[in-house]
């Protein structure tokens, strides 16, 4: 694939959650492989559609936690219903899921009609760009309906590079609504995160001095439920780590090795656990090794090593001794004589 197109392909992505898990990503990158531009084409504004969906999906869940309705953003697209006119729809008309503002198509409401109301959705972004992306819905409309159409590289360069500055401004306008998605990310049953939102929950993570583990946690749920860079997860696994390490009690333990350590477990690397394996001994009275199942996290940090990092067998060897040393033994039972077979 040519190295430009494959760069703007990643990059527009990025802004996307979804892309991977609804395919569109794989399939833009085949049609693209095999100089199928005008399906490529389609599938680019079908990822760009779905980013949309994504931001007004995050409005919606903003609003529902703050006053426990989720109209404000609805109330924009219900407009469209009745041309402008009060609709006969309830205000609740749109179900909350993250394709609510497919209803619009019983009503006869395409896509251009969604991008027609963005403007009132995201104030700060220039009307302009809107406008471009109605131009770019007419090229995928013709992508669509118009079989012989053999449009070249150029346009499928030409169509990515604008959806990528329209996304841009989109998200720069969103950023603004960040730290609501910040302050609300604990109350909310299930997030979608792009990775330039990452970036953004990433920055406020670092304005707040508080370990804030409860949010935390639900990053970490994100990760593993959502497919992000090894980029991306870099500061997850720190401050994953760190709230592991400082555990203050048993249960506590047990909780943030379940719900931070284990949903990262593919991103860790060798440092990462001899970083484990040293300070867990460092913890305020033992409250890591000495807490019940806590043989379930390391019994998975150390198939990972078995599998990924058989250099760090010896590591585990001096973690066995030191377990024994310090009497900590007891909560091992099946993790020690594994390490005894193979060091055998």
Known sequence: MNQNLAEKIENLCLYVCNAKKFGYEQKLKKATEHELYDAAIIYA?????????????????IERCEDGDSFLTDGIFLQLINKGKPSDKPADYFDGSLFSLNKLQENNQGEDKIIGKLKDVFRGVDQQFFKEAQQILQKRHTSAHVNSVNLSIDELNYVLG?????AQEIQNDHERKMPKVFEYLDTVNEWHLSEFDMVKVHELFDQDQTDDICKYRSVTRLVKIQDFSSASVDEIKERAIKYFLKSYSYQSAYDNGVEMILPILQFLDEDDIKQILTGVFENVRNQILDARKIEDIFWELYQLSSNSFPDLQSNWEEFINKLEAEECTGNFPKLIPEIKKTEE
């Open 45 to 61: 504004w079908s990822i760009f559609m779905l980013f949309i969906f994504e931001k007004v999906w995050q409005l919606r869940e």
């Open 162 to 166: 604008k959806l990528i500055g329209i």
